[in-house]
């Protein structure tokens, strides 16, 4: 027999009116109805950005694959692969330029061949013949590791990435904030405490990041909460966030999903996917206004529905996701900003192009379909 679920207690959707959700009203709003959850994230997102909902059109260089790691969750990784010349990254920033990006995320790696020097050489190259690019580039593992083989400090390395012109860092790296997640999925990363002490220097230093958060395998509900408390107390600390990007776990390929899968788990459920976003939306509000629904991992239809659960942005064009497919992930890796604008148009919302720090980006020619320079599925040149 179907039991009504209580309604909302006042003093909980007043809290989250005033940017002060606490763990238990969060706890308490994810036992309750889903579609009260959702319509109280929709509410504060209508609050904090109106109907806007934006997107950017750029594109992921991978510029290598190599990596020493031994994450439990990654099937890209491979100890003998390639490495990117910057005379091969500046022709993809050219291919995406010339296809309208306004952003290149640069994808590092985490191997002794890819140093700071190294990094600052590709950041520089790209900001001297691309000078209104944004590049959005690296991990805080990726800075920590390179500062480290180049024998400087992360502060010194996140005052030289600035001055080499970096606009962002990524949040990526993040996965779960929980020392025991990590210990399981990616033991030989930086801890919890080193990915918090790099991205306050990032923001320190002047740099924004994105936040990130890798959800689905063997974390709990209140582990999945503790992170995102996480990311709002760097926020209220140093106001360098400029988004949050739940990402589910695709369990494919990789050692930790093989283990869920064998046990009959098969990653979050679209449900859970919807329930985050929104819950992100409560425990952020007043502290970082853009919640990204990821087509990527979510596919383009429920990324277009997490418009109606407090998301704001549906994340970019990408041009290659090389990281999901490999894990199994199959909802492509391009899409076009006409179907951007076609799916925020079919949510009831007004569609704007970004670039990387959430600024409107004017459209750089009038794209049409089908207009894509040189940029392959793998995206890795002659290397393919």
Known sequence: ????????????????????????????????????????????????????VSYVVNRNIYITNKCI????????????????????????????????????????????????????????????????????????????????????????????????????????????????????ICPGKINTQQWIDTVTTAHRAGISTNSTIMYGHVETLEERLDHVFTIRKIQQETGGFSELIPMS?????????????????????GLEDLQLIAISRVILHTHINNIQATWVKLGKKLAQFALQCGANDLGG??????????????????????EFEWMIKGAGRIPMQRDTLYRKAEPRFPYREGVLPNCGRAGIGSRE
Do not use: W
């Not at 494919?252 to 459920?269: H, I, R």
């Open 1 to 52: 027999m179907y039991t009504k679920k209580p309604a909302t207690p006042e003093a909980v959707i007043e809290r989250a009116h005033q940017g002060k959700c606490t763990k238990e009203d969060a706890l308490l709003l994810l036992e309750g109805n889903p579609f009260e959850l959702f319509e109280l994230a929709n509410e504060l997102r209508a609050n904090a950005v109106g109907d806007i």
């Open 69 to 184: 790691g031994n994450c439990g969750f990654c099937a890209y990784r491979t100890e003998t692969g390639y490495i990117l010349s910057v005379e091969e990254i500046l022709k993809k920033t050219e291919d995406a330029r010339a296809a309208g990006a306004v952003e290149i995320c640069i994808q590092g790696g985490y191997t002794p061949e890819a140093d700071m020097e190294f990094y600052l050489e590709i950041i520089e190259s790209i900001k001297s013949s691309f000078p209104d690019i944004c590049v959005h580039a690296l991990s805080p593992m990726e800075v920590n590791y390179a500062a480290g083989i180049s024998g400087m400090s992360v502060e010194e390395a996140m005052r030289k990435l600035k001055k080499s012109g970096l606009d962002s860092l990524t949040g990526t790296s993040a996965e779960i904030l929980s020392d025991r997640v990590r210990k399981i």
């Open 249 to 269: 776990f695709l369990p494919y390929n990789n050692p930790v999903g093989e283990k869920m899968l064998a046990s009959g788990k098969f990653s979050s459920t």
């Open 317 to 338: 064009t990408l041009m290659e996701d090389q990281i999901s497919t490999a894990s199994g992930g199959n909802y492509g890796e391009y899409v076009s900003p006409a």
